[in-house]
T-cell receptor, first 111, second 114 residues
Framework: QKEVEQDPGPLSVPEGAIVSLNCTYSNSAFQYFMWYRQYSRKGPELLMYTYSSGNKEDGRFTAQVDKSSKYISLFIRDSQPSDSATYLC???????????FGGGTRVLVKP | ETGVTQSPTHLIKTRGQQVTLRCSSQ?????VSWYQQALGQGPQFIFQYYREEENGRGNFPPRFSGLQFPNYSSELNVNALELDDSALYLC?????????????FGQGTRLTVV
């Protein structure tokens, strides 16, 4: 079993819709939870990260972490075609140096 | 765009050959991590370098090795290439002593082994 699991999609939504992305993880030692966006043939770009449980909002993006259920979510409001990309969740231990990634979810926002 | 640059962007090698990939870290960063991303999968941690020494390693065989130079740039070397080594190799730079949440990735090197 992988330490971080993510539905590969693809997830197709119309422009303006809310995109909902999820990951589950198994390692209780994970303390930081990140979301990356990766366009085709590019490196991952950090969107935001959350420490422990809770919510964090940054513009159209909201990240949620529920450590009791080991569940990580990312919501994208008012989605745009430019949001079409692969979204990767990742986790890391408090004193860790290694990011553990999910497999990525491909998102397509149709105009 | 991050300040992390990788070279080359693409290359094709034959099974059994050796390859060297290069990474220049972002200004102010002193730690470099390497990841392998197979097609359709998430990146997997290969190893990290800090102070020119390996500072943690993932589940990769010894034929994957690295170097870090005094200017914090880094190389990834892979010997005896196998077909399964075909992947996007990503370099990420960060500052040691902080949790690696602020790692910035380069655009990657796409390696094809034939």
């Amino acid at each position: 079993q992988k330490e971080v699991e993510q539905d590969p999609g693809p997830l197709s939504v119309p422009e303006g819709a809310i995109v909902s992305l999820n990951c589950t993880y198994s390692n209780s030692a994970f303390q930081y939870f990140m979301w990356y966006r990766q366009y085709s043939r590019k490196g991952p770009e950090l969107l935001m990260y959350t420490y422990s449980s809770g919510n964090k909002e940054d513009g159209r993006f909201t990240a949620q972490v529920d450590k009791s259920s080991k569940y990580i979510s990312l919501f994208i409001r008012d989605s745009q075609p430019s949001d079409s990309a692969t979204y990767l969740c990742a986790s890391i231990k408090a004193a860790g140096n290694k990011l553990t990634f999910g497999g990525g979810t491909r998102v397509l926002v149709k105009p | 765009e991050t300040g992390v640059t990788q070279s080359p962007t693409h290359l094709i090698k034959t099974r059994g050959q050796q390859v060297t990939l290069r990474c220049s870290s972002q200004s102010g960063h002193n730690t470099v991590s390497w990841y392998q991303q197979a097609l359709g999968q998430g990146p997997q941690f290969i190893f990290q370098y800090y102070r020119e020494e390996e500072n943690g390693r993932g589940n990769f065989p010894p034929r994957f090795s690295g170097l870090q130079f005094p200017n914090y740039s880094s190389e990834l070397n892979v010997n005896a290439l196998e077909l399964d080594d075909s992947a996007l190799y990503l370099c990420a730079s960060s500052f040691h002593g902080t949790v690696n949440t602020e790692a910035f990735f380069g655009q990657g090197t796409r390696l094809t082994v034939v």
